[in-house]
């Protein structure tokens, strides 16, 4: 069976992407465009005028910060919760159907 090209394709994008990182000497410095980038979304958010002085606009980027990836964590833990209940729910069904299915034993 051979693989779709659009896994190929996933497959090649990910040996090059890790290619790259081998190749990079300071991970830190590459990423900081990025985390650049997420901080000024959130000064905009708390500070679309830009009237805060910078101090209290970092401050309050920070908390805004800190309560994205707060909310992050509650979606992880309540999809994590209730993928345990269906997996459970799941299992439960199938030790039903294995009752109900069970060969009849002879001479009961």
Do not use: C, H
């Amino acid at each position: 069976m051979s693989r779709s090209p659009a896994v190929e394709r996933s497959l090649s994008a990910s040996a090059a992407a890790l290619e790259s990182w081998a190749a990079t000497p300071n991970r830190s410095a590459r990423t900081q465009p990025a985390r650049d980038a997420l901080m000024r979304k959130f000064e905009v958010q708390v500070d679309p005028a830009g009237i805060l002085p910078s101090q209290e606009r970092a401050k309050r980027a920070e908390w805004a910060k800190r309560a994205y990836f707060k909310r992050l964590a509650l979606k992880s833990a309540q999809s994590r919760r209730k993928s345990r209940e269906l997996t459970e729910q799941a299992e439960n069904a199938e030790a039903e159907l294995d009752q109900l299915l069970a060969p009849i034993p002879v001479g009961a």
